[in-house]
Nanobody
Framework: QVRLVESGGGLVQAGGSLRLSCAAS??????MAWFRQAPGKAREFVAA????????YYADSAKGRFTILRENARNTVYLQMNSLNTEDTAVYYC?????????????????????WGQGTQVTVSS
């Protein structure tokens, strides 16, 4: 019954923007995050939102370009992506942790997250 449903992916030209959504249901979460995985590459952390204190976290590659946002009414987080480039092309996954509190050092660690969405494809053309 726990579900994370991503949406908003698509094809965009370099320099453009996309807004990804992740709608969570089935339980409460302490933190929700976005990871991405390009073909032949390892999954990497992009951004996270801490529901307990509102803190946000970003990978160096995302700082200044991406923003993670929340919508309380729908238990939804968004990833606003601006100034996209071809290196941003990947499948983007929403992840969530049901643990009450997550240590700061573990926020960027994949194993921290119990639940994962199906992914949404983002393709940036040059």
């Amino acid at each position: 019954q726990v579900r994370l449903v991503e949406s908003g992916g698509g094809l965009v030209q370099a320099g453009g923007s996309l807004r990804l959504s992740c709608a969570a249901s089935g339980r409460t979460f302490s933190i929700m995050a976005w990871f991405r995985q390009a073909p032949g590459k390892a999954r990497e952390f992009v951004a996270a939102y801490n529901w307990r204190n509102g803190a946000t976290y970003y990978a160096d590659s995302a700082k200044g370009r991406f923003t993670i946002l929340r919508e309380n009414a729908r238990n939804t987080v968004y990833l606003q992506m601006n100034s996209l480039n071809t290196e941003d092309t990947a499948v983007y996954y929403c992840a969530a942790s049901g643990v009450s509190y997550v240590m700061i050092n573990n926020i960027k660690v994949e194993s921290t997250y119990n639940y994962w969405g199906q992914g949404t494809q983002v393709t940036v053309s040059s």
